[in-house]
């Protein structure tokens, strides 16, 4: 039972554009979301975050949007650039603490062309 | 800068083999975590440790077991290596209060042949 999921397993975005990656929830006790950025042969790097009392948090380009009511959420990346090419997951949790344990999606992988 | 590490980057082994694999963080972090990477699959969690000798199932334990004898190292033992857990082995740890950031290792490449 997948309850996060990412239903676009890949996305490709022209250089200086819009990159919109989703992501769907399925659980409603989730109450904080993360997305993290994984390059090959590397780990995956925290990249923003939100939690469920917010809808919008930004970072310089980086944006993720909220939606509690249609468990969806988004990650805005303007403008995108090709260093942004990477695979990036989004994750769930639910509680703080030691009860932060993170439910993560199957990834995007994201393609910023020239 | 804070950092997590783990003891190979690429492992080859044979079915049958008893596999360890090592990670250390030096952050002070009580919290620590294996997954495994597989395409189409995202992360999944195979064990966590909220504190030195506990430890949880993730959602795939089956053929994995995991050592926690201090907070700074939480190791991952495959006791009997087979084929199916060809994989990228990833170690993350994240601090005991908060929201559950969670930092990552660069991950180990193991294959089972």
């Known amino acids: 039972d997948q309850q996060v999921k990412q239903n676009s397993p890949s996305l490709s975005v022209q250089e200086g554009r819009i990159s919109i990656l989703n992501c769907d929830y399925t659980?409603?006790?989730?109450?904080?979301f993360l997305w993290y950025k994984k390059y090959p042969a590397e780990g995956p790097t925290f990249l923003i975050s939100?939690?469920?009392?917010?809808d919008k948090n930004e970072d310089g380009r980086f944006t993720v949007f909220l939606n509690k009511s249609a468990k969806h959420l988004s990650l805005h990346i303007v403008p995108s650039q090709p260093g942004d090419s990477a695979v990036y997951f989004c994750?769930?949790?639910?509680?703080?603490?030691?009860?932060?344990?993170?439910?993560f999606g199957t990834g995007t992988r994201l393609q910023v062309t020239l | 800068d804070v950092k997590v590490t783990q003891s190979s980057r690429y492992l080859v082994k044979r079915t049958g083999e008893k596999v360890f694999l090592e990670c250390v963080q030096d952050?002070?972090?009580?919290?620590m975590f294996w997954y495994r990477q597989d395409p189409g699959l995202g992360l999944r969690l195979i064990y966590f440790?909220?504190?030195?000798?506990?430890?949880e199932k993730g959602d795939i334990p089956e053929g994995y077991s995991v050592s926690r004898e201090k907070k700074e190292r939480f190791s991952l033992i495959l006791e009997s290596a087979s084929t199916n857990q060809t994989s990228m082995y990833l170690c993350?740890?994240?601090?005991?209060?908060?929201?559950?950031?969670?930092?990552f290792g660069p991950g180990t490449r193991l294959t089972v042949t």
């Open positions: 952050m002070d972090h009580e919290n």
């Open positions: 993350a740890s994240s601090s005991g209060t908060g929201w559950g950031e969670q930092y």
């Open positions: 440790s909220y504190d030195v000798k506990m430890k």
């Open positions: 659980n409603s006790m989730f109450d904080y």
């Open positions: 994750a769930a949790s639910r509680g703080t603490g030691t009860a932060s344990k993170l439910t």
């Open positions: 939100i939690s469920s009392i917010k």
